[in-house]
């Protein structure tokens, strides 16, 4: 029987993949796997949803504003901060999957079961909100996720914490812009996706996402400028004398979307303010990293000082970011090591 080939009377149709179904493929690639990962990805996938649902409707709740709280950064906390870190608490917590989760909110990890058998569990660590000052102007704002195997032997929850960034194995980020994008990588490559909110389904954009070699744009706050160290100075006036532009949003995880997406470079070097950098290394600069690097990209806390590597002391401990383009990122390190 002859087969009849319909050809699309339009241009080539991609396959419609939502994040629920990608995640499903790329279990289907471990047939030894128990579904466990899956369930803990479908959590941030949910969280996601609700969180910008909130976002989205926070001026017309009037959700915006101080809570009146700090939190340990000692930053005033915003109303939006402690609702999508409840968010995320609890849609995890359902999930047997997860041993424990550490939040930017909270001082403490929250131990969610102990391990008493040989099942792989998992640490979840995030920042539920990162930017959220942002929110009273309708800027930028998101929510950076970072997945960690528990240490089955260690019995102390900040032994299986405190892994280096190599050890990650998922991270990603939710950036509730002009639309709701997620970034996520298992360890082979970064896929993109966007909140369809008629079907309320994350559908993939991009698979393999790369970053451009090169950019002309770094991003910083050049409010800082002067007393930066004399290196990243000098890297300015470098960058300013062959036509640079500067891009900077006050979100990390906008910043590093534009990178992403575009090039360039994304800095928070030493300040006067924070020596050893404001960004937290376990929830903001580790994920970010293992993006940056998946997609082609270089992640440096400092010259020759690769994030991934760094041994973390503490889950709230801060590091320098120097992100991006892998030429642009060897730009600001010529400067800042010459
Ligand atoms: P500054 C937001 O508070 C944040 O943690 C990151 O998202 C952002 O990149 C950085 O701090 C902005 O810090 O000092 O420029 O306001």
Redesign the pocket.
Known sequence: MNTVTVKPTQPAMRDIVTLQSHILQQQALHPDASGTFTWILSALSISAKMIAAQVRRARLEDVLGNAGEQNVQG?QQQKLDVIANEILLRTLGAREGVAIVASEENEEPVILREQNDGETRYCVLFDPL??S?NLDICGSVGTIFSILRKDRRSTKAEDSLLQPGTRQVAAGYVLYGSSTVMLLTLGHGVDMFVLDPSIGAFVRVAEGLKIPVKNKCYSL?EGNRLTLPEGYQKYLHWAQSNGYSSRYV????G?VHRIMLQGGVFM?PPTQKAPKG??RLMY?ANPMAFLVEQAGGKALAGPDQRILDVQPEGIHQRTCVVLGSSEEVDHVMAQVAG
């Open positions: 930053e990162d930017g000052s706050n006050g979100a990390m995880v910043d928070y404001k960004l903001e």
